[in-house]
């Protein structure tokens, strides 16, 4: 079977920016999707339509069909006062936010100054190229209840 419109693929992979470094892997055949359910990043989503279980390709996927270019409208200058008093704010440190529309989004600490906590709520992935090196483990039909629910589920059903 391959790889097509409501599927569910099961691959092996291994994610590395420009300079080589391992990003994430998943390598123990249990990383399944639902193709064409916006389970995935759409670049690597393309690259794996009408592949199916035992290929393996290498692809390299640009910052627009991945997370995105950096937007630097996304990095802000926030009063101290806007987080827990309790926490010691770091670098590197995540928040949830929520936009005055009401969409929750995560934002990543950069820098303390003072009483200034400055945020980026950029994907930690937004502006790089990603190098996916696939093996196509497994290809099947999506089930009724996965279709309707938007992603897969495992052997023992959801937990939902």
């Known amino acids: 079977m391959k790889i097509t419109q409501n599927a569910v693929a099961t691959i092996d992979y291994k994610l590395t920016d420009d300079e080589g470094n391992v990003i994430d892997q998943s390598t123990d055949g249990n990383f399944a999707y639902l193709h064409n359910g916006r389970n995935i990043i759409p670049g690597l989503e393309a690259a794996l339509q009408d592949k199916q279980a035992g290929d393996h390709l290498n692809v390299t996927i640009e910052p627009a069909q991945a997370y995105g270019e950096r937007d630097l409208a996304q990095i802000q200058r926030i009063p101290r006062e806007m987080f827990p008093p309790?926490?010691?704010?770091?670098?590197?440190?995540?928040?949830?936010?929520?936009?005055?529309?009401?969409?929750?989004?995560?934002?990543?600490?950069?820098?303390?100054?003072?009483?200034?906590?400055?945020?980026?709520?950029?994907?930690?992935?937004?502006?790089?190229?990603?190098?996916?090196?696939?093996?196509?483990?497994?290809?099947?039909?999506?089930?009724?209840?996965?279709?309707?629910?938007g992603h897969v589920h495992g052997p023992g059903g959801h937990d939902h």
């Open 86 to 149: 309790e926490t010691e704010i770091k670098p590197g440190m995540q928040f949830q936010g929520q936009s005055p529309d009401g969409q929750v989004s995560v934002v990543t600490v950069t820098d303390v100054d003072g009483d200034t906590v400055v945020v980026d709520g950029n994907h930690p992935l937004a502006g790089k190229t990603l190098h996916f090196d696939v093996n196509v483990v497994d290809v099947r039909e999506a089930t009724a209840e996965e279709l309707e629910h």
